[in-house]
């Protein structure tokens, strides 16, 4: 049974590590941006409101998808002095308890949220500012999948301390 849990583990954290890849590449395009507004701003007097929202809109999905994304690589908010003091069942029992925590609210988000999602569709919802970005509800669809990940990789986290899974492989090295 334990394969076939870190086959399951390592799939979820495959589509995780894919959503936070994303969102690093979502990171080089906003700096693109950024750079190419103030250069056309100040050099040629020029710029567009709907490339000035699409800088706030790319930094939804660099949140959305980077927490889940911080959770799998361990960087997720932890006060590890005192963790790190705490006896090993202790320790396990505290990411169980963390990672069931991260399902609920991942699951409560994504409830709250697909209404407003639908209702922004069904009115056809876009900026209020003329030249602004229409479709809005694309942004606001960003919040349950941000929040089904993050739900998604608490169910890996939890399952990794339940079953006492080596950790995840990481994306980057530490210097």
Not at 44 to 59: C, N, P, S
Not at 70 to 97: H, K, N, T, W, Y
């Amino acid at each position: 049974m334990q394969p076939a849990i870190a086959r399951l583990v390592g799939g979820i954290e495959a589509v995780v590590r894919a959503f936070g890849v994303l969102a690093a590449w979502v990171c080089v395009v906003l700096v693109l941006l950024v750079a190419g507004d103030v250069f056309a701003r100040y050099l040629f007097r020029t710029g567009a409101v709907w490339l000035q929202e699409l800088q706030w809109h790319l930094i939804s999905p660099i949140a959305l998808f980077g927490m889940s994304y911080a959770l799998l690589s361990g960087e997720q908010v932890r006060v590890d002095i005192l963790f790190d003091r705490f006896s090993e069942p202790v320790q396990r029992a505290l990411e169980i308890l963390g990672g069931l925590m991260m399902i609920a609210l991942g699951v409560l988000v994504v409830r709250l949220s697909l209404p407003w999602v639908e209702l922004s569709y069904v009115r056809g919802e876009g900026s209020p500012n003329p030249g602004g970005l229409p479709h809005r509800f694309i942004l606001k669809s960003l919040i349950p999948l941000g929040f089904g990940l993050l739900a998604l990789q608490g169910v890996a986290h939890v399952l990794r301390a339940v079953f006492r899974l080596p950790p995840p492989a990481r994306a980057h090295s530490q210097g």
